[in-house]
Nanobody
Framework: VQLQASGGGLVQAGGSLRLSCEAS????????VGWFRQAPGKEREFVAR????????LYRDSVQGRFTVSRDNAKNTMFLQMNSLKPEDTAVYYC???????????????WGQGTQVTVSS
């Protein structure tokens, strides 16, 4: 699966952004989709993931209630709606796919190129 992420940008604290990630290649609906982020000097960390229809979702604690992961299998696209953004959400965000239900980066075998999200205070 090839992934292309978009939607990042600069936003003030409290604002919103919607990230998109378009997939091509193999059957998108077969895959768990995940979002990760990496801030400068820090390791890549799990943000959210959902199963083939997002009937089973998981979020890191710090984004629970503010971020929503979703997908449109007919359009081979997944999304991350980010509301009430905080400066500590600033990072490069990556989309990824996996054949297993996991929040570990090493379980994901296809990655998008990353999109920068910057939240100003």
């Amino acid at each position: 699966v090839q992934l292309q992420a978009s939607g990042g940008g600069l936003v003030q604290a409290g604002g919103s952004l919607r990230l998109s990630c378009e997939a091509s290649g193999r059957t998108f609906s077969n895959y768990v989709v995940g979002w990760f982020r990496q801030a400068p000097g820090k390791e890549r960390e799990f943000v959210a993931r959902c199963t083939w229809n997002c009937g089973n979702t998981l979020y890191r604690d710090s984004v629970q209630g503010r971020f929503t992961v979703s997908r449109d299998n007919a359009k081979n696209t997944m999304f991350l709606q980010m509301n009430s953004l905080k400066p500590e959400d600033t990072a490069v965000y990556y989309c990824a796919t996996s054949l297993v239900l996991s929040s570990r980066p090493e379980s994901y075998d296809s990655w998008g190129q990353g999109t920068q999200v910057t939240v100003s205070s």
